[in-house]
């Protein structure tokens, strides 16, 4: 959710309804209409400085079906598929390989610290929640197998079906390629292109058309794929993703958009999805407030994250 779901931008210390006095230029357009719209669907509470992309973003949805953002508006509750194609929309999808380094090399040390025990033949389980296009699982799955692990299993997890679907694609383009450390470089491999798949036997896949300006030129590794799996879940829901209880679970960059009474629900379902002993890694910063009974937080200088130390 990772994306509006996993974006690179400066944290914001309270997120809100926009102010009477913002609203004064969009008075051609209810956005707290749209705003609770969204907080009811999926929990995110839209900031100020994000209105004039919020509201394109609605326009854009209206327009491509033919209507206005008023026939839109009522049109949502007949149409589960233009419902998702909003919230798609809505949704920042952006994130990248390798975001925060040290995060990584504390699941590694974790996974480390598992294999040493008795228990080699349970799979060491993961969840990347709000996990955007994959680009966090995907470098977690790279990281491992680049230490030699191979009984691991990651899930991604997004609100965005279109997020979820080019996770699973699993192709990006080579600003994203640049990002990644040499020892994970073995994990990717180039896309064919549609004529060179035509005269080959291979089984890649051709390079799909996407409306970014922007074409992915290569994929991760089949080898990889095994290990990790993506779902669309939205994390105000009650039902967990997975009955698997998890080793760690990474939620990072996605809390701040949620209201407090709000993120203590989260983070109280995350805590009880997650093993005795396990871990919840937020980003620095977040949820500063929660003090629960059966998590303490870890002394870190760099990774903000809470060991489970009871049921």
């Given at each position: 959710?990772?994306?509006?779901?996993?974006?690179?931008?400066?944290?914001?210390?309270?997120?809100?309804?926009?102010?009477?006095?913002?609203?004064?230029?969009?008075?051609?357009?209810?956005?707290?209409?749209?705003?609770?719209?969204?907080?009811?669907?999926?929990?995110?509470?839209?900031?100020?400085?994000?209105?004039?992309?919020?509201?394109?973003?609605?326009?854009?949805?209206?327009?491509?079906?033919?209507?206005?953002?008023?026939?839109?508006?009522?049109?949502?509750?007949?149409?589960?598929?233009?419902?998702?194609?909003?919230?798609?929309?809505?949704?920042?999808?952006?994130?990248?390989?390798?975001?925060?380094?040290?995060?990584?090399?504390?699941?590694?040390?974790?996974?480390?610290?598992?294999?040493?025990?008795?228990?080699?033949?349970?799979?060491?389980?993961?969840?990347?929640?709000?996990?955007?296009?994959?680009?966090?699982?995907?470098?977690?799955?790279?990281?491992?197998?680049?230490?030699?692990?191979?009984?691991?299993?990651?899930?991604?997890?997004?609100?965005?079906?279109?997020?979820?679907?080019?996770?699973?694609?699993?192709?990006?383009?080579?600003?994203?390629?640049c990002l990644i450390?040499?020892?994970?470089?073995?994990?990717?491999?180039?896309?064919?292109?549609?004529?060179?798949?035509?005269?080959?036997?291979?089984?890649?896949?051709?390079?799909?058309?996407?409306?970014?300006?922007?074409?992915?030129?290569?994929?991760?590794?089949?080898?990889?794929?095994?290990?990790?799996?993506?779902?669309?879940?939205?994390?105000i829901e009650k039902?967990?993703?997975?009955?698997?209880?998890?080793?760690?679970?990474?939620?990072?960059?996605?809390?701040?958009?949620?209201?407090?009474?709000?993120?203590?629900?989260?983070?109280?379902?995350?805590?009880?999805?997650?093993?005795?002993?396990?871990?919840?890694?937020?980003?620095?910063?977040?949820?500063?407030?929660?003090?629960?009974?059966?998590?303490?937080?870890?002394?870190?200088?760099?990774?903000?994250?809470?060991?489970?130390?009871?049921?």
């Amino acid at each position: 959710m990772n994306k509006l779901t996993k974006a690179d931008k400066k944290p914001l210390s309270t997120v809100e309804f926009a102010s009477s006095n913002s609203l004064m230029q969009y008075d051609h357009f209810d956005v707290q209409k749209w705003q609770k719209y969204i907080e009811k669907e999926i929990g995110f509470v839209l900031p100020d400085i994000q209105l004039q992309w919020f509201i394109n973003a609605i326009e854009c949805v209206a327009k491509s079906n033919g209507s206005t953002a008023e026939q839109l508006w009522y049109n949502l509750p007949k149409d589960n598929e233009l419902r998702q194609r909003l919230l798609d929309k809505v949704l920042i999808h952006e994130s990248r390989f390798f975001r925060h380094k040290p995060s990584i090399d504390f699941v590694i040390k974790c996974a480390s610290q598992y294999r040493t025990v008795d228990n080699n033949k349970a799979l060491f389980r993961i969840w990347s929640a709000g996990c955007a296009s994959g680009q966090e699982a995907w470098s977690l799955a790279m990281s491992l197998s680049a230490q030699q692990f191979s009984n691991y299993s990651i899930l991604g997890t997004d609100v965005s079906e279109e997020a979820i679907k080019n996770a699973r694609l699993g192709q990006y383009d080579k600003r994203q390629q640049c990002l990644i450390p040499q020892l994970c470089q073995q994990f990717i491999q180039p896309l064919l292109t549609k004529s060179e798949t035509n005269n080959t036997n291979d089984s890649l896949s051709p390079t799909p058309e996407v409306n970014d300006s922007i074409q992915p030129n290569w994929q991760v590794e089949p080898k990889l794929r095994p290990h990790v799996s993506f779902s669309v879940h939205n994390i105000i829901e009650k039902t967990p993703p997975t009955a698997h209880p998890q080793h760690v679970i990474i939620c990072q960059n996605m809390l701040l958009y949620f209201r407090k009474f709000d993120q203590r629900d989260i983070l109280t379902r995350l805590a009880e999805q997650c093993t005795l002993g396990g871990y919840i890694i937020l980003a620095p910063g977040e949820a500063l407030f929660w003090r629960p009974s059966n998590m303490r937080r870890i002394a870190h200088p760099q990774v903000n994250v809470w060991q489970k130390i009871s049921a």
